[in-house]
Every structure is written in structure tokens, then in C-alpha cells.
């Protein structure tokens, strides 16, 4: 399987060792949607930071411009998060990978060989770009676009990515679950019986 370990691409991600360097695409697709696009998250320079730290990119110094680009980057993959079906999930992203240079090679810097999918030295943005673009257009053949989504509760606007067996998904985290969930039940509870 292409991805290895199943993350939990919508609230927290385990971005932690070779395994992650390797399947990061995704998972950074989704931190970065939701850090720039959702309501009360942190787009900013050290937010975005921490993301690009978190999945192993090498980012000791975010500037600004890069930032900028990052930002137009996340608004830019949203909309393969909300396609409504397969064929506009694939023209989004056949526009997303023209628009990234790449060069896809086997690269081994400690981590065991891995793909790389940006043009050998590109800088950061670029990497990140081309990365994320391949992860998410290989989950979409692979899995199929609905285990791409936006979060099922009404007050939540994060996205998430579902790489579980069951195509269950429809939240963002296990918090908003349980939210649904217990929202749910009471809307139950004050419908009256037959």
C-alpha cells in the first residue's frame, strides 16, 4: 500500500520517521488546507513553520515570500477537498500538477530510498507543492475521491483525508465525532416516539 502506517489526516498527524518522509503528501496537504482555510487556524510564518517542520521538510528558516506561496498554495488544493465527484477532483488536480515543475527520482538521505517529486534543488515551496500534489492525486486513483473531504459537522470547516479500511469517514477529527455524535443523540431524544 502506497502509504504505509493510516494517519489521522485531519486533527492531529503522526508525521514521525521514514515511513512518514514517505507518505507525508497527504497528511501536509491536509495541515496546510486546514491551517490557511479553516476558521480560527494559524496561517501564519511560524504556524506554517511548524507544519513544514512536523512532516520533515527542511524549513529552518519560512520567508515570507515562501509563506505567501504556501498560503496560495492551501487555497489552491481546497477545492480537490470538496470536489463533488471523481471527474472534477481530477481536472483540479491535473491543473495543480502542470502547475508544479517536477522531476520525479529516488532520493536515499538517511531515510532509506523514497521518491522526491520536485526538480533536484528546488526550493521549498516547490517541494512542498510537487509533494503534496502527487500524494493527494495518488490517493484519488487509488482509493478514490470520496475519502477526501470537509467535516460533516455543521460549525467545522477542516478537511481531512480517510485512509481507513471502512470508508466511514466524514470528520475531520475524533472530537467533532464525538460533537456529531452526542449532537445526534439529542436531536433524538427530543423526537417524540411513535
Known amino acids: 500500500?502506497?502509504?504505509?502506517?493510516?494517519?489521522?489526516?485531519?486533527?492531529?498527524?503522526?508525521?514521525?520517521?521514514?515511513?512518514?518522509?514517505?507518505?507525508?503528501?497527504?497528511?501536509?496537504?491536509?495541515?496546510?488546507?486546514?491551517?490557511?482555510?479553516?476558521?480560527?487556524?494559524?496561517?501564519?510564518?511560524?504556524?506554517?513553520?511548524?507544519?513544514?517542520?512536523?512532516?520533515?521538510?527542511?524549513?529552518?528558516?519560512?520567508?515570507?515570500?515562501?509563506?505567501?506561496?504556501?498560503?496560495?498554495?492551501?487555497?489552491?488544493?481546497?477545492?480537490?477537498?470538496?470536489?463533488?465527484d471523481v471527474t472534477a477532483a481530477v481536472a483540479l488536480l491535473n491543473g495543480l500538477l502542470a502547475a508544479v515543475p517536477m522531476q520525479p527520482h529516488i532520493s536515499d538521505h538517511g531515510l532509506g530510498p523514497h521518491m522526491h517529486y520536485a526538480v533536484s534543488g528546488a526550493a521549498l515551496p516547490d517541494r512542498l507543492r510537487a509533494h503534496t500534489a502527487m500524494g493527494l492525486a495518488t490517493l484519488v486513483c487509488e482509493y478514490g475521491v470520496d475519502r477526501l473531504g470537509v467535516c460533516a459537522l455543521d460549525d467545522c470547516d477542516r478537511v481531512y483525508a480517510d485512509l481507513n479500511r471502512g470508508r466511514r469517514r466524514r470528520y475531520c477529527s475524533r472530537a467533532c465525532l464525538n460533537r456529531g455524535g452526542v449532537a445526534a443523540f439529542r436531536a433524538r431524544r427530543r423526537t417524540p416516539g411513535p
Open 1 to 84: 500500500m502506497f502509504f504505509g502506517r493510516l494517519f489521522d489526516y485531519g486533527a492531529g498527524v503522526d508525521a514521525s520517521g521514514a515511513d512518514a518522509y514517505r507518505n507525508d503528501g497527504v497528511g501536509t496537504a491536509v495541515a496546510l488546507v486546514n491551517a490557511v482555510t479553516a476558521c480560527g487556524a494559524d496561517a501564519s510564518d511560524e504556524g506554517l513553520r511548524e507544519i513544514l517542520l512536523a512532516f520533515k521538510y527542511a524549513a529552518a528558516e519560512l520567508s515570507a515570500p515562501e509563506a505567501s506561496t504556501l498560503r496560495r498554495w492551501a487555497r489552491d488544493l481546497r477545492p480537490v477537498f470538496e470536489a463533488e
